[in-house]
């Protein structure tokens, strides 16, 4: 797990990485007020720059994001589905986990937490599922 959490710290490292740097410049604001109000002041090209880079940056990882959570809401769907059709014993507990899970917002916790806990053990039968075919001698 401490592998995985890591290497997910890292990709998300190596993908602001970019981002950051941009959006420095060397901007420096002037402590000498003029009070004309003449706001025709000369701007620095790397700033804008940054800026562009920076926001380039957020749609990119907000799009990124997104992806991610409409996936794992396709996943705690697809468990969903299961728990309901699947026969096993503490089919009432994981249905209320998977239904509570939602309004918490821990879904993809929930989801994940049954897939290796139900459904990878093959706790129980799902009705309708073609069984087996036996093992040729």
Known sequence: MNKIISKAVGIIGMLTMPVLTLAQSDWEYDYNYDYNYDYTTTTDSGSAAGAAALGIGMIVIWGLAMLVGL???????????????????????????????????????????????????NLGSVPGAKPAAPAKP
């Open 71 to 121: 996936a794992f809401f396709i996943f705690w769907i697809v468990m969903l589905i299961d728990c309901i059709k699947r026969q096993f014993e503490a089919r009432s507990t994981w249905l209320a986990i998977m239904i509570v899970s939602i309004f918490v917002g821990l879904s993809w916790l929930a989801a994940i937490l049954y897939f290796f806990m139900v459904k990878r053990k």
